[in-house]
T-cell receptor, first 112, second 111 residues
Framework: NAGVTQTPKFQVLKTGQSMTLQCAQD?????MYWYRQDPGMGLRLIYY???????DKGEVPNGYNVSRLNKREFSLRLESAAPSQTSVYFC???????????FGPGTRLTVT | LAKTTQPISMDSYEGQEVNITCSHN???????ITWYQQFPSQGPRFIIQ???TKVTNEVASLFIPADRKSSTLSLPRVSLSDTAVYYC????????????FGTGTRLTVIP
């Protein structure tokens, strides 16, 4: 039982490049989330998926797209990376309990 | 959306009990109070959740007064490994509109 896994762990992009961050969970959770955390700041929600086949915008969705590929996997895509997207990205999943989310180890992204 | 207010930072000596208070004046009837812990370079980890009165688990206790406008996370006999950022969240259910982590409280445990 690996919980929530994310790939890659680190990534450096040049401005304008694209990439996809992968997330998978093996806890059979319906809900999945993508957050970003800038240095010294709290987490901000980018997108979430309440169930397979549905996605919704969070607080800071601009510049990102998501895909809920199946119940296990939720990917985050940056179509044209910008330096303002330099951050640590966390994926999380949640089950039936109220407000308990399980987080992955994060992806540290630097855009130059 | 019930926003929360926490102290930015706290220091404590090893072995002491630490109480972190969170203010949530606009908490709604259906809202629950949840606390997360985050170590450097890791994702947040769920600690405890409650609705009213007192909740205790193997890690912490959560005290919620009758008016529910604040809550206190209590960590007994902290150790150096409890140095982390602690987030208080208030919300009704798992859903995007209820999720606001804020900047949390940075707890530093001193030897």
């Amino acid at each position: 039982n690996a919980g929530v896994t994310q790939t890659p762990k680190f990534q450096v992009l040049k401005t304008g490049q694209s990439m996809t961050l992968q997330c998978a969970q093996d806890m059979n959770h319906n809900s999945m989330y993508w957050y970003r955390q800038d240095p010294g700041m709290g987490l901000r929600l980018i997108y979430y998926s309440a169930s397979e086949g549905t996605t919704d915008k969070g607080e800071v969705p601009n510049g990102y797209n998501v895909s809920r590929l199946n119940k296990r996997e939720f990917s985050l895509r940056l179509e044209s990376a910008a330096p303002s997207q330099t951050s640590v990205y966390f994926c999380a999943s949640g089950g039936q309990g109220r407000y308990e989310q399980y987080f992955g180890p994060g992806t540290r992204l630097t855009v130059t | 959306l019930a926003k929360t207010t926490q102290p930015i930072s706290m220091d404590s000596y090893e072995g002491q009990e630490v109480n972190i208070t969170c203010s949530h004046n606009n908490i709604a009837t259906n809202d629950y109070i949840t606390w997360y812990q985050q170590f450097p370079s890791q994702g947040p980890r769920f600690i405890i959740q409650g609705y009213k009165t007192k909740v205790t688990n193997e890690v912490a206790s959560l005290f919620i007064p009758a008016d529910r406008k604040s809550s206190t996370l209590s960590l007994p006999r902290v150790s150096l490994s409890d140095t982390a950022v602690y987030y208080c969240l208030v919300g009704e259910r798992l859903g995007a509109n209820n999720l606001f982590f804020g900047t949390g409280t940075r707890l530093t445990v001193i030897p």
